[in-house]
């Protein structure tokens, strides 16, 4: 059972354009919210992270929403560019003493030029 | 500062043989976790520590063991592999004065025929 669900599987967006990547989650102990960048060959990197009692985050072109009530949040990039062509995934953080991160499956990302 | 080092990049093993995938971290990180990845499922969590002596499962443990002797270091042993292990495993560490986001290996590809 997928504790975090994500779409869409994959995106593709014209240079410049908006890219929007949505999730889910049920579990109210996530207390953490972190969006990772990965590249071919490359392990996951920290883009950007909000926690439950912000609405919204913004750093440069990245912009997490989260609509607590709803238990889902989302990942913008304004502005497009080739060099975003990643496979973006959001995940959660269990509360407490764990610090356990869980993963959504994840979404390919192609910007086209 | 390496960060977090994973070896052997590549492995391939026979069906049965055992390994241990070496995993250190020089951060002074309290919290590492082992995930792998495969295709369409994004990055499952296999075990977890919160410190030295500490681990836990996570979402797919079984078929791994792990031991956490040091804070640096996070060993992950398979012992008697199988075909379905074969995918890539990626190390992980955070501490709460990273602000909880996690720090990744570059990963082993493992190969079981």
Not at chain 2, 46 to 61: F, K, L, N, R, W
Request: glycine share 10%; aromatic share 12%; net charge positive.
């Amino acid at each position: 059972q997928q504790q975090v669900k994500q779409s869409p599987q994959s995106l593709i967006v014209q240079k410049g354009g908006i890219s929007i990547i949505n999730c889910a989650y049920e579990n109210t102990a996530f207390d953490y919210f972190p969006w990772y960048q990965q590249f071919p060959g490359k392990g996951p990197a920290l883009l950007i992270a909000i926690r439950p009692d912000v609405s919204e985050k913004k750093e440069g072109r990245f912009t997490i929403s989260f609509n607590k009530s709803a238990k889902q949040f989302s990942l913008h990039i304004m502005d497009s560019q080739p060099g975003d062509s990643a496979t973006y995934f959001c995940a959660a953080v269990y509360g407490g003493a764990t610090n356990k991160l869980i993963f959504g499956t994840g979404t390919l990302l192609a910007v086209q030029p | 500062n390496a960060g977090v080092t994973q070896t052997p990049k590549f492995q391939v093993l026979k069906t049965g043989q055992s390994m241990t995938l070496q995993c250190a971290q020089d951060m002074n990180h309290e919290y590492m976790s082992w995930y792998r990845q495969d295709p369409g499922m994004g990055l499952r969590l296999i075990h977890y520590s919160v410190g030295a002596g500490i681990t836990d499962q996570g979402e797919v443990p079984n078929g791994y063991n792990v031991s956490r002797s040091t804070t640096e270091d996070f060993p992950l042993r398979l012992l008697s592999a199988a075909p379905s292990q074969t995918s890539v495993y990626f190390c992980a560490s955070s501490s709460p004065g990273s602000g909880y986001g996690y720090t990744f290996g570059s990963g082993t590809r493992l190969t079981v025929v």
